[in-house]
């Protein structure tokens, strides 16, 4: 079959070059179309020249816009790997001390990218968990049913954080619940937002903190095995 010939599945190739001749302009503003054509030969001209170029504007358009999309969900991925990332490192230095007011105070702020860490309970710990002292019910009006709450601007610094105050312009707060000892939380004092932002951003951030209370709980159990009345 000729070039020119109609193809009885499509339309007239005779009468796509006539309309394309009667309306130059048409295809300039179909850059949808440049995706499914095939590129000209630059030997034939500049008119075909910047057919060319135009579709490779419209390509390189679309590569751009791709390329943007999967970077911001590549970020969105390691922010939450990083977060869940540091939560492991945390979670190895409290299975490996055996003084764990000290891991609590001095190593978790810093594997965990935060300013402070301090753990508050309602009473009846032992005193070499140096937690701050919190009254009665006040675990359960903080947490509810929930394992963790991410707060910005909390209106009670100093209630959770002691001489951290100042620092807990952000805080994360983590259930920790030994059996047979009062209700405990973990509190995390941050200037900045990143804890929150990484934990909300992503469910496996936001898991690892929870995950991150039950394992201290588990460690407060393993080293005080009688419950303290």
């Not at 312009?169 to 990143?194: E, K, N, S, T």
Request: overall charge negative.
């Amino acid at each position: 079959m000729k070039p020119d010939s109609p193809d009885p599945g499509g339309p007239d190739p005779r009468a796509v070059a006539r309309f394309l001749r009667e309306n130059p302009d048409w295809l300039a503003g179909q850059s949808d179309l440049y995706r499914a054509m095939a590129p000209p030969r630059r030997v034939h001209g500049e008119i075909l020249a910047d057919h060319m170029a135009a579709m490779l504007d419209q390509a390189r358009r679309q590569a751009a816009s791709a390329g943007a999309q999967a970077a911001g969900m590549l970020r969105a991925l390691r922010a939450g790997a990083g977060l869940a990332g540091q939560v492991q490192e945390a979670i190895l230095a409290l299975s490996r001390t055996d003084d764990l007011a000290a891991c609590i105070l001095a190593d978790l702020p810093a594997l965990l990218g935060i300013d402070a860490a301090l753990l508050c309970s309602e009473g009846g710990t032992p005193a070499s968990l140096q937690a701050r002292a919190l009254p009665p019910g006040a675990v359960a009006e903080l947490l509810g049913t929930r394992d963790v709450v991410l707060r910005a601007a909390p209106d009670d610094p100093f209630a959770l954080h002691g001489e951290a105050a100042l620092l807990a312009r952000h805080d994360a707060l983590l259930r920790v619940a030994p059996g047979g000892m009062p209700p405990m939380l973990l509190a995390l004092a941050a200037r900045d937002d990143a804890i929150l932002n990484d934990a909300q951003r992503d469910g496996a951030g936001h898991a690892a903190l929870g995950f991150l209370g039950r394992v201290l709980a588990a460690r407060i159990e393993a080293l005080w095995p009688d419950p303290v009345s």
